[in-house]
């Protein structure tokens, strides 16, 4: 059938339509070839055009039904919201702003913001949002605005600049803390006033005490004085004793403690010992009283001297310890004196002289001992960290090529043994780590993070890890957090999942059937802090009660065949033990064999006093995963290979680099948006890779390039490294594949 031209169509189209409309309607009998073609034709697309606006017609309805939800959110948001345009008027506001100026939504639009800011703030609001705008930067500052009746309010305001030129800004009500501030600075004021006063009431006072207390010294010393010397050589006859008059200061002269000649002091009291000491005699003494001084070290000295001479000129105690050098063999000794004056200026010091040449001895060895155990521990926590990388990365290695097997097409029994493969690699990996973590704790060099968290949203996460776990066993798995719990905290909160961890895997290795709950309760509390009591409880196979104490030291589990049917180290609980008693805690645990057990522990953590407002004003763009460019450093061929072939799956474009060095020549040549690096590398590292992507000066195209470390590296201190290094964030080896793609999605989000 031959095909009828355009003009030939469009005019049967219109001779159809013109006979519908002059005869309102025909049968198909009255109609050609070419005009019934044409009628159906118009029949389907009457159809199509009627399904289509059915489903306009829904979409419209739920978009209207979207509007209302967003604008019942923006309305009753806590905080104001305001729009201005770029003259400063006032496009868009919520119910909220409205409700604190005391006026309706519409009394607000298309009027400028200054309208309602108080009188003596407009400038300090117009001067800071200028130098914003034209900095195309975001601001903020406290300021007054003014109530529909004049009266002024204290609010916060924060406004950032968007491309259409439009202000978006949120107004947060600071009233009442203001107000609070104004209270608390009158009451300082009034009680500076009060301190002043009552300081100068207790200068008067102290004026007077001393004046009393220097006339009754003045007459107790004459009466005191025989009884006091007495006392003084009966407390110091383990030692050498003795006592020397020190002649009245306008007797010296010049340099006389230095010279050791016409010395303005006179021996007068020696005991044996004391020559025995000094390895000389009473006579020789009393004839050449600088003859002490002469016995002291040369390298000494100077600082007995100098010593001397402040005891002398202020009248306090003289304590000096350091060598003596007699008949060349080198002594160490302790100098202890007491001053008495004397009404006609002279002063007599009574003390002794000990040898204390064993026990200096004995801390030299000390110091030694104490020098070759931290030597011994900076060691073997270079050992455990070196270890930690070259085992984690064959690690990797091999955990991730069982997990990449399971995902191509096996048969059963191929399955069974790569499953073996991921399990027995994860298995020996927690050993590891378990052996990392306990030696770590007992060399004293873990130190306890302190972060703000929420102990509802913690607890929870740390219980949903182990739902399938207990779920494919048939168990029952419970979080009971008590009413009074305060559940915003300040502390370790990794430190504390961990511990929660190794109780609640515990508790579903070793019970069959039944249920397991997690309960937190409140032991005690202040206006500061509060300890809490985390206790798991279980259905399990129980402990015998010979067996219960012995549990949470390193290394032993209740019995010798546990080990065999349930597996494990036995380090979990004493790792929790060493953890909670960090956190100023303990650990306990009660049990009945055949019944079940209940391990509890307690920790001391912060409470959060401030409470700052979360507030969500935009909406995060997912970015696309096929779009993103990915940079991988790594110098290990099966590292590369393993992440390459995971990110390709999820259709990142990968392009690698074997070290440092080759990063920055492609980051100098190519666009990425993030960078997973590698920290131990040969040629340059990713420390020095990353300080590079940073420098300002480089040739980098993006020196912002969101950075994650990927590194063998697994001790505490090893992330804070990657961290101050400049990385954005950081994840141990093994990889941890969930985690990765959880990070990349959060990073690719932010870029």
Known sequence: MTSIPPTTVQALRQRAED?????GGVTPDQLSYDEKRLFHELQVHQIELEMQNEVLTRTGLDLEATRDSYFDLYDLAPVGYMTLNKDGLIQRANLTAATMLGLKTDDLINRPIKKFIFRDDVDSYYLLSRSAVEASENFKLELRFEQSDGSPFWVILRASLHSDDELWITIGDINDRKQLEQALRQTNDALEEQVAERTEELSLTITRLQQEIAERKKAEQTLQYERDLSMDIINTQSAGIYRIRVFAQETWEKDAWKSFKNSPYLIELVSEPFCKILGTTKEVLENNPGIIFELIHADDREGCVKKNEEAAVLLQEFSWEGRLLIDGVVKWARFQSLPRPLENGDVIWTGALTDITERKQGELELLRAKAAAESANIAKSRFLSNMSHEIRTPMNGIIAISQLLQMTDLNNEQKEYTELLRKSGKNLLQLISDILDLSRI????????????????????????FSQLASVKGLELNLQI?????????GDSLRLRQIITNLIGNAIKFTKQGTISLQISKDSEDEQQTTLRFSVRDSGIGIAQDKVGKVFE????????????????GLGLAIARHLAELMGGSVGVESVEGQGSEFWFTVLLQKQIHIPDILTTETPVVAS????????????????YVLNRWLSKYSYQVEMAKNGREALKLLEEKDFDLVLMDCSMPVMDGYEATAAIRNQSSNVRNHAIPIIALTAAAMMEDRQKCLDAGMDDYLPKPIDFPKLLELLEKWVKQR
């Open 554 to 569: 390193a290394f032993t589990q209740a019995d010798s065949s546990t080990g065999l049917e349930y597996g494990g180290t």
């Open 625 to 640: 995963i096929t779009t993103t460019r990915i940079l991988l450093v790594e110098d290990d061929e099966a590292n590369q």
């Open 19 to 23: 006979k519908l409309n002059a005869n």
């Open 482 to 490: 008590n009413p009074d719990v305060p559940l915003r905290l300040t």
């Open 442 to 465: 007992e060399a004293g060099s873990v130190e306890l993070e302190t972060t703000e968290f929420d102990l509802s949203v913690e607890m929870t996460a740390t219980v949903s890890i």
